[in-house]
């Protein structure tokens, strides 16, 4: 009762405040050449499969029941769509208005599913799941926007909630730092798309910057993806701080498969306290 009251003068607090997580380093990759042509980059990833892992944590680690999902850094909706898919509703954020734009595209005529361009302070009501997949913690640069991050994705939570997030493993990174790759893909349409990407570490900084090259039907652009590698050790903290408890760390996307220092990829499970 006391940590309730707690949680809810300090929400008051975070949002009348204004407090804004800056996101203006990162997000301004996230511009309208790469909405274009984010889905097509990504064609092969598993956003169905990613989301039944989603419902099948909160079935497990929560006891309330699951009407509505907020998807933080939805990007265009992939991750909303499935979730609308599958009977709930779904609110996606991003503060990408391109990602947005194409999040809507995507998701044109779904009634259980809408789209909000901002922060986290932009967004009304409370959820029983907050999720943020495909790296978003990452591109938040500085622990002080991260603690700011978790603990405005608790204040849109019901308690007995739960928040659910993939990242980079700053642990495994650390001791064996991303590498450069070139990827060409076969599109559903037939066509080719060709990704080059230079990744570079800095681990004095705990920062990755991957430096990208696209080419696809005859044009080339270039993009860079600023990112954050967070230390396991560090996120369970700041979690913590927030009035989270870390139930599991797991290796993308098996809720029964712990997390190894070596695996690149993990999600956090988390409930609030
Ligand atoms: C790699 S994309 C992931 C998009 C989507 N979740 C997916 O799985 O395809 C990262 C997204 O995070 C968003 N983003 C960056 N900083 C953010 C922040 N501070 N809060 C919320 N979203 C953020 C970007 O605009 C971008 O759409």
């Given amino acids: ?84 898919k599958l ?14 734009q194409i999040a809507r595209d995507n998701n044109k005529g779904i009634s259980n599913c809408e789209f909000i361009e901002g922060n986290l302070i932009d967004v009304k009501g409370k959820y029983q799941l907050a999720v943020s997949m495909f790296n978003v913690v990452n591109h938040i640069m500085s622990l002080d926007e991260l603690i700011l991050f978790f603990e405005a ?26 590498r450069n790759r070139s990827i060409e893909k076969k599109l559903s349409s037939n066509k080719r798309i060709f990704v080059n990407t230079v990744c570079e570490t800095s681990l ?34 700041l979690l913590r701080k927030a009035n989270f408890r870390l139930h599991k760390v797991v290796k993308t996307f098996n809720v029964d498969v712990d997390a190894s220092i070596s695996d690149y990829k993990i999600a956090f499970i988390c409930d609030t306290k």
């Fill in 153 to 178: 994705v608790r204040c849109v939570l019901d308690d007995g909630g739960l928040f659910i997030f993939d990242c980079f493993n700053g642990a495994a990174t650390s001791i064996d730092p991303p």
């Fill in 1 to 84: 009762m006391k940590s309730s009251i707690f949680v809810r003068v300090f929400c008051n607090f975070i949002l009348n405040n204004n407090m804004v997580i800056n996101t203006k380093e990162t997000m301004e990759n996230y511009d309208f050449k790469l909405s274009r042509i984010y889905d097509k980059i990504f064609q092969d990833k598993d956003y169905y499969a990613e989301t039944l892992f989603l419902q099948d944590a909160f079935s497990r680690y929560s006891k309330i029941k699951l009407e509505k999902i907020l998807d933080i850094g939805c990007g265009t909706g992939r991750h909303s769509s499935e979730i609308a």
């Fill in 87 to 100: 009977g709930y509703q779904v609110t996606g954020v991003d503060p990408s208005s391109y990602m947005i």
């Fill in 204 to 237: 004095m900084e705990s920062r990755l910057t991957m430096q990208n090259t696209v080419e696809y039907e005859g044009e080339h652009f270039s993009f860079n993806l600023e990112h954050r590698l967070w230390s396991p050790m560090i996120l369970d903290e």
